[in-house]
């Protein structure tokens, strides 16, 4: 049996104003959660180069271990009047590990440690 998993934060307009809301630390929202490989993630940045007022942010993001990351990409973020968002089709069945530059090369990636989600197989397992 698969598991379809639907936002926290609603599906409607008001989704994002809810998002940032959550105020989770280092100004990180990724949803839905638990992570689902295959489906399609929404994350969020309202963090340290949001605030210092960075023109353009880009999320950079791979797999794996956090010392060895794989399939590294990034994604340029639209700025809305909620922060900085993407989405982001999450390819690997492992772990997913982010950060955060901006187009000046600034970097906020969690005090050295990033953000880092493990991602579900998306199935439920019967007892």
């Known amino acids: 049996m698969r598991h379809t998993k639907h936002s926290r934060f609603g599906e409607s307009s008001g989704r994002l ?48 271990r956090a010392d060895a990351w794989t399939d590294v990409k990034d994604y340029k973020m639209e700025k809305t009047d909620r922060g900085w968002v993407t989405k982001i089709k999450v390819a690997n069945p492992t772990r997913l590990n982010l950060c955060f530059k901006d187009s000046a090369s600034n970097w906020d990636n969690n005090n050295g440690i990033n953000w880092s989600f493990e991602i579900h197989n998306g199935k439920i397992q019967r007892f």
């Open 17 to 64: 104003e809810r998002m940032q809301e959550a105020d989770y630390p280092g100004g990180v929202t990724v949803d839905p959660v638990p992570i689902t490989a295959g489906e399609e993630v929404t994350i969020l940045y309202n963090g340290l180069l949001a605030k210092s007022g960075a023109d353009q942010v880009y999320l950079h993001c791979g797999y794996g």
